[in-house]
């Protein structure tokens, strides 16, 4: 019986392999969570994972949801200086201008999805500390999704003040979405707007989803 062959892996793989070993004693048990809905790794192929921003840990749920190496677009204040400068670098992660107009970022992903590594976006654009469910989102999760003919997968979690030490997290993983209809078309600024709509519409959807699960758990304890 011939051997398997062992995949060779670049830099940036092998540095997200360790962290993935490292995470579920290193991290979870001080931060635990929940996952809820597509609980299974995605690991048949690059994805593109898109969910809503509450907090720096939040880049924990999309790494752990893949087998790949996973770049974060990430405000480029992050990459001057101090301990997440050398984080950022570490995991290759892409640099955004705040008001997430940055083609060089979009290719760059591009470049990275088409390698068959993933890509992480939170078009929050920054962290939500609002009392609104989401901030306003920032196209372009769609488009490069189109672009690259990659899933878009979805991920959300439940707004919280603050993070909790020792107090577990709920994390909900939708299906993959793919834009199929629009694969080697020219698109239109209304077809990128209307893509966009319906991947924000399922976020809502599934923060509702997971609102009532945890919801329903809540009552049950208290009977």
Not at 12 to 39: D, I, N
Not at 84 to 97: L, Q
Not at 132 to 157: D, H, N, R
Not at 160 to 171: D, E, G, Q, T
């Amino acid at each position: 019986m011939a051997k398997k062959e062992k995949v060779k892996l670049n830099p940036v793989s092998k540095w997200f392999r360790t962290l993935r070993r490292a995470e579920p004693f290193l991290y979870r048990p001080f931060f635990p969570y929940k996952k809820h809905g597509h609980t299974e790794q995605f690991k048949d192929r690059a994805y593109i994972f898109v969910g809503n921003h509450l907090s720096v840990l939040d880049v924990v749920f999309a790494a752990v949801a893949t087998n790949r190496a996973i770049h974060f677009m990430a405000k480029k204040s992050l990459f001057e200086k101090g301990l997440m400068k050398k984080f950022v670098t570490k995991c290759e992660c892409i640099p955004v201008n705040r008001d997430g107009s940055d083609v060089r970022a979009v290719m760059l992903a591009m470049k990275y999805l088409k390698a068959d590594e993933s890509v992480c976006i939170f078009p929050e654009g920054t962290r939500n500390k609002s009392d609104e469910v989401f901030l306003p989102f920032k196209g372009g999760a769609a488009a490069i999704s189109i672009k690259t003919k990659t899933p878009i997968v979805p991920m959300v979690q439940v707004k919280s003040k603050k993070i909790k030490f020792l107090r577990r997290a709920h994390v909900y993983y939708g299906e993959p979405i793919e834009f199929t209809e629009y694969y080697d078309k020219r698109l239109t600024e209304d077809d990128i707007n209307k893509c966009d709509e319906i991947l924000r519409d399922r976020l809502y959807e599934m923060y509702t989803e997971l609102s009532n699960i945890l919801s329903k758990k809540k009552k049950a304890k208290r009977k």
